[in-house]
């Protein structure tokens, strides 16, 4: 099939909030060059004790450690603000070709090779944001992954035109699933279901997902599996 959603005027792409995504994207950015700063600090103390022949002490490196672990983890919130302020922006609205995107993203992403994949994609084109597609399946693939057991999930995609000048993407995979409670609230910026001590993202995945979606004027809905077990992401995208 090759539906082609592009170029109808009569559906228009909802306009991002650009005032404060402007400020979100400013002050990100700028914070960012600070961190990174913080980042390195830690080698540059342990360089400069080095040039002096001073050792450093046990406590005193644990605490370098700790500086540098809190920096990166403040890095990955800055990162995902940022790309959080771009969505339906600074980016040309065109018409694209989801199982384009689709195959782009999975080679950027470099897949571990356990990974299976099913993809039964349109071949049509809508009209949005090439990086806002992008990340719709990034984070997908990415949580397929991330939380999977193994690392090894087998994950099927798919992806079609809907009534009402829409487009439907699922991404289905047999990883842990997220509990029916709790399905809202992973969609909230910043927030996970599990301690950043064993996972160090920034909890912003769903919500730049959720995001996505309200831009294109359509939703994010988390669909009950038959097996029990895995989760189904569904997004449907009001694009041209």
Same mark, same amino acid.
Request: proline share 6%; aromatic share 4%; hydrophobic share 40%.
């Given at each position: ?20 995504? $402007? =400020? ?5 950015? /700028? !914070?960012? #060059? &600070?961190?990174? @700063?913080?980042? $390195? =600090? ?5 360089? /400069? !004790?080095? #040039? &002096?022949?001073? @050792? ?110 829409k487009?439907?993407?699922t ?52 669909e ?17």
């Amino acid at each position: 099939m090759n539906a082609d959603l592009s170029f109808d005027p009569s559906i228009p792409v909802v306009e991002a909030e650009s005032e404060t995504d $402007e =400020l979100i994207y400013r002050i990100s950015h /700028d !914070l960012r #060059a &600070s961190v990174r @700063a913080l980042q $390195e =600090l830690p080698n540059w103390v342990v360089e /400069d !004790l080095d #040039a &002096s022949s001073i @050792a450093v002490p046990k406590p005193t490196s644990r605490h370098l450690e700790l500086i540098s672990s809190h920096a990166c983890r403040l890095d990955l919130m800055l990162t995902g603000l940022l790309e959080y302020s771009r969505i339906g922006r600074m980016q040309a609205i065109q018409a694209i070709r989801p199982r384009d995107v689709l195959e782009d993203v999975i080679e950027d992403l470099g897949l571990p090779e356990q990974v299976r994949l099913s993809i039964r994609m349109d071949n049509g084109r809508v009209q949005m944001g090439d990086a806002d597609l992008a990340r719709v399946f990034s984070v997908l693939l990415i949580n397929a992954v991330r939380f999977h057991p193994e690392n090894a999930p087998k994950i099927e995609i798919g992806g079609g035109p809907a009534t009402g000048r829409k487009w439907v993407i699922t991404v289905t995979d047999d990883g842990p699933g997220i509990p029916p409670d709790q399905r809202e609230f992973v969609q909230r910026p910043m927030t996970k279901l599990v301690s950043r001590d064993v996972d160090p993202g920034a909890g912003m995945g769903l919500a730049i997902l959720r995001k996505i979606a309200a831009t294109y004027g359509g939703s994010v809905e988390f669909e009950d599996i038959k097996s029990g077990q895995g989760t189904c992401v569904r997004v449907t995208l009001a694009v041209n």
